[in-house]
């Protein structure tokens, strides 16, 4: 078998689908898993919710694939699944020289890339005298009809996934009211195992996003002290009921089906002539990675635009298997660059595609923010919640302060204008060095209670802080 992450990658549709197929790695999933080799095939029985289990196939020489699963993802998570323990774990699949009759049915069906299409056999009898005098014509009227069928087909494959999502999101509202007349103290106690169940039955619904992120929500509980935890799960409760509110007055709204169900790709967000683009000079923030439940891992890069009479931000967001090990980024902190920059639709866009990369920018001291800096420095954190208050991490800059060390609470942020009266809370350690230094301006994400810092300007010049 000749199978690599990288093309399992290439050939999910979403990471949603990628975090789906890595819970499906274990080999108690699968009660059969074979090959042969000869002829480069792999298949497997999976174990899902019914009684009797999926049948997956495929073909490791042209990429085909068959699963009797009624997923709408194409390939869905079983066929991904069964991919990911060909590359990771060959040793699991016995070794036959025959293949079963389901799998010899399937290649009998299907057609190879670049092999033309079966010929119809051709009979006089079957064709009417409008078709023999009108091929053309003929051909038309079956393409037209083809074309509507693949419409009405995609057009209900749309409505079952938005009924299935809308049972969703009725089984969420449930679920985070039990929580509350269970009480939080309870669900941040239990958290682990009650956002796991409504997690995969969220899965099973096709609302995949959302149960990543409820998957997720454990971790970021446990992160904080226990004082603050109950404070921390109300707020991402309340999160995910304005999202569900937000979905069932807009479903085919492009940033809630993101949220909630799927992403689109690629080619879809640079072909989409809605999207903002904004070609620019941007400077690298700083990085944010997490490991996620699901197997896969997070990798969040922060871009300030250069060029802005306004601070603006964008994220480059990618998802990769934990598997595959720690990947050497595309960009360092600090690294300038030119490039345009391709915007995901939403009502505050910030996770962006590079389009284009057009050369190096030259190097500076950050665009003097000073006039928006001057008020409140937690204002944009206040229009960011307004617009989208379903949303975590806000990108703030921070007017001129520094950072004290409380013995008993951590690391604080505090600004050196006495007439703001701020001083905020940082998540994580502070390298020691940092302590006290006067900082002009510094670039962080708010997330309601912690600071996340990305890096900052100070009289020695810029500083990596993430």
């Known amino acids: ?4 992450l990288k093309t399992i990658e290439a050939l999910a549709p979403d990471q949603a689908s990628l975090g789906a197929a890595a ?3 274990k080999r108690s999933n699968w009660p059969r898993l074979e090959t042969n080799e000869q002829v480069g095939l792999i298949w497997g029985e999976c174990q899902g919710s019914g009684s ?7 073909d490791t020489r042209d990429h085909g694939y068959k699963c009797t699963c009624p997923s709408r993802k194409f390939p869905c998570k079983h066929i991904l699944g069964l991919m990911w323990i060909g590359a990771t774990a060959a040793a699991s699949f016995d070794r036959v020289d025959q293949t079963p009759e389901w799998v010899n049915d399937w290649l009998g069906r299907r057609r190879k890339p670049g092999q033309p299409p079966t010929p119809a056999p051709a009979s006089a009898e079957s064709k009417s005298i409008d078709e023999a005098l009108r091929p053309e014509q003929s051909a ?4 037209a009809a083809a074309a509507e069928r693949r419409e009405a087909a995609q057009r209900k494959r749309a409505e079952d996934a938005r009924s299935a999502v809308s ?3 009725d089984e969420l509202d449930q679920w985070v009211a039990d929580q509350l007349r ?3 103290a309870g669900f941040v106690d239990a958290s682990s195992e009650r956002c796991r169940r409504i997690a995969a039955r969220l899965v099973d619904l ?3 996003a959302l149960a990543g992120r409820i998957d997720e929500l454990p971790a970021k509980l446990m992160a904080l002290r226990s004082e603050e935890r109950p404070d921390a799960a109300i707020r991402e409760l309340g999160k995910l009921v304005l999202l569900a509110k937000a979905w069932r007055a807009a479903p085919d709204d492009a940033e809630l089906k993101r949220l909630v169900s799927t992403s689109e790709t690629r080619d879809q967000i640079l072909a989409n002539p809605d999207a903002v683009k904004v070609e620019s000079d941007w400077e690298v923030l700083g990085e944010k990675i997490e490991a996620r439940r699901d197997g896969l891992v997070s990798h969040a890069t922060w871009l300030l635009d250069l060029k802005s009479p306004i601070p603006r931000f964008a994220v480059l967001l990618d998802f990769f298997p934990a598997s595959a090990g720690r990947r050497s980024g595309a960009f360092a902190p600090g690294d300038r660059f030119k490039a345009r920059l391709v915007f995901y639709p939403s009502r505050i866009p910030l996770r962006a595609l590079v389009a284009e990369r057009l050369g190096d920018a030259s190097p500076g001291n950050w665009p003097d923010f000073a006039p928006n800096a001057a008020g409140d420095p937690l204002a944009a954190y206040a229009a960011f919640q307004d617009g989208a208050p379903w949303l975590s991490d806000c990108p703030i800059l921070l007017p001129a302060g520094a950072i004290a060390l409380d013995e008993k609470d951590g690391a604080w942020w505090q600004a050196a204008n006495d007439s703001h009266g701020i001083a905020l809370p940082v998540a994580g350690s502070v390298n020691q060095t940092l302590l006290g230094l006067d900082l002009t301006v510094t670039a962080a994400l708010w997330n309601g209670a912690r600071l996340e810092l990305l890096a900052s300007q100070s009289s020695i010049g810029r500083l990596n802080l993430s």
Do not use: H
Not at 1 to 4: E, K, N
Not at 52 to 58: G, L
Not at 140 to 143: G, K, P, Q
């Open 23 to 25: 819970k499906l790695t």
């Open 182 to 184: 269970l009480g939080l």
């Open 52 to 58: 009797n289990p999926y049948r997956v196939a495929f």
């Open 1 to 4: 078998m000749q199978l690599d």
């Open 167 to 169: 049972a969703a999101l």
């Open 140 to 143: 038309a009227v079956e393409d």
């Open 206 to 208: 096709k609302a995949t």
